[in-house]
Each structure stands twice: as C-alpha cells, then as structure tokens.
C-alpha cells in the first residue's frame, strides 16, 4: 500500500470511533500471554491502542498498561472505557515514554499502518533490554465454510488483504517487523495463532465489518452497495440468518526480541 493511500486509511478510523468500540471483537487471552511470555518485566505499552480492545484484555490479565494512541475520537473511547489505564496522544512514530521505559511493546490490529523506518528505532528506543515487540491480528477463520464464502462476497475493501488468515501467516513475518537481514535490532520473528470467537447477529456483523478502513474511506452509494451484498448473504445462510451465532476467529501474533 502506497504511503499516501495508507495514510489515508489508517486515519479513517476516527470517523466511527463510537461503532469500532462497540463492534471491534477483543483479543484472545491465550495469545496475548503467548506475546509476552518471554517479556523481561510486566511493563507493556499498547501501540496504537485504538479504542482499548487490545488494553482491555491486558488489564484483565493483571498486566501493567500503557496505551498510546494517534487518533483524538479513539483515544477518548479508550479514555472512557478504560479510565484506571495511562492512556497518552501519541503515535508508533514519536512514542512519549521515555528511553527503556518498557518491557513489551504489543501492537493490535495496528502495526501493518506504522512507518517502520521511523516506528522501529522508536520502538527499539522505549524498549528494555530484551524487550518483546509483538504484532496481534485478529482475523476470521475462513477455514469455516461460511466464513470463506462471507470473505468472498465482502471483498478487499471489507476484509482486507492483511486480515485473511492465509494473508496473514504468509505476509506478516516480511511486512510488519524489522527482520533480522533488514535490521540487526530484532531477532527473527517467531509466530502463532489462537481460536477466538465474538458473538454476533447478522446486523452487528455487518457493523463490524463497516468499521474496516476500506468500508470507512468507500464512496457511499457504492459503501451502500457493498454492505447490502454483505446483508443478502448473510440472510441466504443458515448458520447467521437468525438469532446469535459465533463468529469463528483466530488471533494470530508475530512476536520477536529486542537483541
């Protein structure tokens, strides 16, 4: 993604700051503790933390947060929801905290939008010795038949390339963190993936997924277009067509250490 066009997306997301908070599923428990088993201490900075989802399932398991976000709407969401957590304006590019301040820095759904040729040294810098930066993304399991079928009719612009679970295990460990050929401050990258799930209707699904960068910078005549087409099939399926259903998810993480 050129930089403009990313730029573009990744500050799209303020615009539905109230929808994301509501609809944006959380991050699976075993796979944040996978993410900082190996981290030197328990301080942890949540990088581009958007509205929380990522901070609040590490406040629930006892970790000592910071979270630091760009976006103004989004910050005051977390600010809102998390009041207890250090929440400061802030961004992956100029982090305000000082110099091996931290021992983990943790990355929601968030990394693939940071310039890495200023985000890594920025990173490298707030990091204690030995320090764990790991990426978490959370993506539905389209392995499930419906799910493949879903991600089919939704598109690029509703999924995104980096948020299919094949898109993700084959691209991450090249396009979101330094590698060790290509800075020497990382080891190589280790990664996994974990079951999650939300629980949705027909209705929140297609809320979630209109709070995808793509869906939120679409004209809307054709955003419209889309959605409904996302509605019709969700309607043509047994398995989401009424009531509550589970939404089969994987939280996948790529983490590596400071050396």
Not at 68 to 93: I, K, N
Not at 125 to 138: D, E, K, Q, S
């Amino acid at each position: 993604m050129e930089q403009d066009v990313r730029e573009l997306h990744a500050l799209s997301f303020g615009t539905a700051a109230v929808e994301y908070a509501e609809h944006r599923p959380d991050y699976a428990p075993a796979a944040v503790r996978w993410a900082l088993e190996s981290a030197p201490g328990a301080r942890v900075l949540d990088l581009g933390a958007g509205t929380g989802k990522l901070t609040g399932t590490l406040v629930a398991l006892g970790v000592d947060v910071i979270a630091v976000e760009p976006d103004p709407a989004m910050l005051a969401q977390l600010r809102g929801t998390l009041p207890a957590v250090r929440a400061l304006a802030g961004s992956a590019e100029a982090i305000p905290l000082p110099d091996g301040s931290v021992d983990a820095v943790l990355a929601g759904n968030a990394m693939h939008w940071f310039d890495m040729t200023v985000a890594g040294p920025e990173i490298t810098r707030v990091l204690a010795p030995g320090g764990i930066l790991a990426g978490l993304w959370n993506v539905m399991d389209d392995r499930v038949d419906w799910v493949a079928g879903l991600e089919r009719v939704s598109g690029r612009a509703a999924i995104g390339p980096r948020d299919t679970f094949s898109s993700w295990r084959a691209a991450t460990a090249s396009l979101h963190l330094p590698g060790t050929d290509a800075d020497a401050r990382f080891g190589s990258p280790e990664q996994s993936e974990f079951p999650h799930g939300q629980r949705r209707t027909a209705d929140s699904l297609v809320a979630t997924i209109a709070t995808r960068a793509g869906m939120l910078v679409m004209p809307e005549p054709e955003r419209e277009a889309a959605l409904g087409r996302i509605r019709a099939f969700l309607a043509s399926r047994p398995e989401t067509a009424s009531g509550e259903f589970a939404l089969p998810m994987l939280t996948g993480v790529l983490r590596t250490r400071q050396l």
